[in-house]
Nanobody, 121 residues
């Protein structure tokens, strides 16, 4: 599976941004998909995930503000980010795994190249 993330940019606090992750491969619908983010000097942390079944999970820091969704017909995963805060600024990565996952980074076998999100206060 090859992943291509896009949609990052510079926004102001309180604004919204939508990220897109386009995946190649005919078995996309069987993969669990996740979004992670990494700020400078910090670890790459889980943000949101969606299982092949459609079940979603979120980091506490983004619950109620971010929404992950997928369109299996388009081999695409989305991350809608609302009410952005300066602390949301990071490089956002999409990731895929065919294995069962508890949304930890090491469970994911495929990674996109990352897209930068910058939030000004």
């Amino acid at each position: 599976v090859q992943l291509q993330a896009s949609g990052g940019g510079l926004v102001q606090a309180g604004d919204s941004l939508s990220l897109t992750c386009a995946a190649s491969g005919r078995t996309f619908r069987g993969y669990n998909m996740g979004w992670f983010r990494q700020a400078p000097g910090k670890e790459r942390d889980f943000v949101a995930g969606i299982r092949w079944s459609g079940y979603t999970s979120y980091a506490d820091s983004v619950k109620g503000r971010f929404t992950i969704s997928r369109d299996n017909a388009k081999n695409t995963v989305y991350l809608q980010m609302n009410s952005l805060k300066p602390e949301d600024a990071a490089v956002y990565y999409c990731a895929a795994t065919a294995r069962a996952t508890s949304w930890i980074r090491s469970d994911f076998d495929y990674w996109g190249q990352g897209t930068q999100v910058t939030v000004s206060s």
